[in-house]
C-alpha cells in the first residue's frame, strides 16, 4: 500500500516548456487535488477533483490543466512554463468529497522553472 | 475569505519538554481541522483530524483542542523528543459546498537534545 505517489520528483525547465506531472493513488480514493507550496504562502488549492469524471479549479488555476484519467489517476499539466511557477507541487487524495474529508498527500515535486 | 494563521513561525525547545503549537482561523464556519507535520523536503502527513462538533482529538503523546466559537485549535505535544522536530501545519476546511481546505504557514518546531 504505497498511498500517494508522485512522478517525477525533481524537474527542471526553462521558459515556455510543457511538462506533465503525474499522481496515482492506491487508497480506492473517490477525491484528488493538486497544491502548490510556495515559502511564506503556505499551501494553496490549484485543482480539484471529486469524483472520477469531474474536476474543478481552486484558488490558482491559471497556467495549468488538468486531467482525472481514471479513479486512480490525476495529472497536472503546465503548457508553457514561468518561472513564477517554480514551486514544490503536491498532490493529495480523500474518500470522498465532503465535510470529512481527511486528505492524505504525496512526497511532492520540486519543480524549477528557469 | 477563510485566513489561518499560526504563531510562532519558529519555536525551539529542549528535549523532555511539553509544548503548545496555536493556530487561529477567521471565519467559525467550518467543517473540520487537521494538524499536518512535515518533514524538510518530504509531503505532508495528517496527524489528528477534528470534526467541527468536536472537541478534541488524541493519539499517543499529540492532543490537539477546537475551540470553533473563538477560532482557534491547539496542538499539545507531551515530551517532546528530537524526533518531533518538523513543520506543523493546521489547515480547515470551510466554505458552504466547496469542502477546501485552508492552510496556515506553519510551526517550525526543533527540539533540542
Request: glycine content about 8%; some cysteine.
Amino acid at each position: 500500500n504505497a498511498g500517494v505517489t508522485q512522478t517525477p520528483k525533481f524537474q527542471v525547465l526553462k521558459t515556455g516548456q510543457s511538462m506533465t506531472l503525474q499522481c496515482a493513488q492506491d487508497m480506492n480514493h473517490n477525491s484528488m487535488y493538486w497544491y502548490r507550496q510556495d515559502p511564506g504562502m503556505g499551501l494553496r488549492l490549484i485543482y480539484y477533483s471529486a469524483s472520477e469524471g469531474t474536476t474543478d479549479k481552486g484558488e490558482v488555476p491559471n497556467g495549468y490543466n488538468v486531467s482525472r484519467l481514471n479513479k486512480r489517476e490525476f495529472s497536472l499539466r503546465l503548457e508553457s512554463a514561468a518561472p513564477s511557477q517554480t514551486s514544490v507541487y503536491f498532490c493529495a487524495s480523500s474518500a470522498d468529497w465532503g465535510y470529512y474529508n481527511e486528505q492524505f498527500f504525496g512526497p511532492g515535486t520540486r519543480l524549477t522553472v528557469l | 475569505k477563510q485566513e489561518v494563521t499560526q504563531i510562532p513561525a519558529a519555536l525551539s525547545v529542549p528535549e523532555g519538554e511539553n509544548l503548545v503549537l496555536n493556530c487561529s482561523f477567521t471565519d467559525s464556519a467550518i467543517y473540520n481541522l487537521q494538524w499536518f507535520r512535515q518533514d524538510p523536503g518530504k509531503g505532508l502527513t495528517s496527524l489528528l483530524l477534528i470534526q467541527s462538533s468536536q472537541r478534541e482529538q488524541t493519539s499517543g503523546r499529540l492532543n490537539a483542542s477546537l475551540d470553533k466559537s473563538s477560532g482557534r485549535s491547539t496542538l499539545y505535544i507531551a515530551a517532546s523528543q528530537p524526533g518531533d522536530s518538523a513543520t506543523y501545519l493546521c489547515a480547515v476546511t470551510s466554505g458552504a459546498g466547496s469542502y477546501q481546505l485552508t492552510f496556515g504557514k506553519g510551526t517550525k518546531l526543533s527540539v533540542i537534545p
